[in-house]
């Protein structure tokens, strides 16, 4: 009787909800949509400051881009960015055929999408002249068209103090980019060094893409300029970075700021409190990739300790973790322990040190202070 009451009021389910869902004369094959998720991008709190995850340069249809604006926040959202901008070339509109060229277009177009998906566009824009002196990227202005210079003798000045006068946060881009092709592009040029004495230059992209710009790193940090690491994307995100893949972000800079809004982020930039985030590499003043690796990596206490019977020395054993999504290669330099150790995402490694010592030493070979310096990072051992 039982049995029968059941079987009965399944049927009157089942019959209920087929009712409910009108047949359409489709069925859904969902196995192998995309799953609809935000991926979350784990670095702890440094010194107080949230570690904002930013790209703030990037192309669409409305220059020489080939998606809509609309692409560019649902990569972010995907992702776990938490601070894009859009920065289309003001001089360089290849698609103006098929396009209205209007500068600031591709922003407008997705301030309401970026507002519902809880990432903070900045309005920005991409002073594009020959090279030298290259291209700047202007953040926080107000209007982009205006910025376009006229016809004019001085079209680079021009250009710089138009931004410069929207009260913008401006840095070069990629300026080892034509080295080869333009030599004498590639050095700090009497343009640049103007900007700066005038300062109307705030940073340098030292991570282009997927390229490291060495002397870049060297001039922002010789400088005191603002250190940025951006996509440039021009295709999607997934045509250029394998994104799917296990621990694979596309280049960023992790910007140190008081809080997840725009004017935090320009405090943080005018400040100088980013580290350059690109493949398994950190680029930055050492001051701020140590407070990086120290909010990251933690030492436990010796778990255990072995002697060995013949040559007498004893061993003791740590656990070093990676208490963040990014990557750490440590090299020993002094003191006698493990000589190598691969900090993967989210991880944990054994760490072994013969005992007497008080600490060891190691080179963090995945982060660059100098375009030929890694930082330096002791373990105190307890
Ligand atoms: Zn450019
Ligand atoms: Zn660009």
């Not at 609809?36 to 010194?47: G, H």
């Not at 809509?68 to 360089?92: C, F, K």
């Not at 390229?211 to 996509?231: E, Q, V």
């Not at 935090?264 to 590499?281: H, K």
Request: aromatic letters at 10%.
């Amino acid at each position: 009787m039982k049995n029968k009451l059941t079987l009965l009021g399944s049927l009157f389910l089942m019959s209920m909800s087929l009712q409910a869902q009108t047949d359409d004369g489709i069925i859904r094959l969902s196995e192998f949509a995309y799953p609809v998720k935000r991926q979350n991008l784990n670095i702890p709190d440094v010194n107080g400051f949230k570690v904002l995850k930013c790209d703030f340069h990037m192309h669409t249809v409305f220059t020489d881009g080939h998606v809509w604006p609309n692409v560019r926040v649902q990569e972010a959202w995907r992702e776990g960015l938490d601070a894009i901008s859009y920065t289309e070339h003001m001089e360089y509109n290849p698609h103006s055929a098929d396009v209205k060229v209007d500068h600031n277009r591709s922003h407008d177009l997705a301030v309401e999408l970026a507002k519902e998906n809880n990432i903070v566009l900045v309005k920005g824009t991409e002073v594009t002249r020959q090279t030298p002196p290259g291209h700047f990227n202007a953040l926080f202005i107000q209007d982009a068209n205006v910025l376009v210079a006229d016809n004019n003798s001085n079209l680079d000045q021009e250009a710089i103090d138009k931004a410069y006068a929207q009260k913008a946060f401006i840095f070069w881009n990629h300026p080892g980019w034509k080295a080869t092709a333009i030599p004498g592009s590639y050095e700090w040029i009497d343009f640049v060094e103007k900007m700066y004495q005038e300062k109307k230059l705030h940073g340098i992209e030292v991570v282009n893409g997927l390229g490291f710009h060495k002397k870049a790193l060297d001039w922002a940090l010789d400088r005191n300029l603002t250190i940025i690491g951006n996509t440039d994307i021009h295709n999607l995100i997934a045509h250029d970075y394998n994104i799917e893949a296990p621990g694979v972000h596309r280049t960023m800079t992790l910007v140190m700021a008081k809080d997840r809004s725009a004017s935090g982020i320009r405090e943080a930039l005018e400040a100088g409190r980013t580290v350059a985030w690109s493949s398994n590499y950190l680029f930055g003043k050492e001051e701020n990739v140590r407070n990086l690796v120290n909010a990251s990596i933690s030492v436990s206490p010796s778990y255990h300790e072995k002697t060995n019977s013949k040559t007498k020395v004893s061993t003791k054993y740590y656990e070093i973790t990676n208490n963040s999504d990014l990557y750490f290669e440590l090299e020993i330099k002094e003191g006698k322990g493990t000589k190598r150790i691969v900090l993967y995402p989210e991880s944990t490694q054994i760490l072994t040190a013969e005992a007497g010592q008080s600490k060891l030493s190691y080179e963090i070979v995945s982060t660059y202070i100098r375009s030929d310096k890694h930082l330096l990072f002791d373990i105190n051992l307890k």
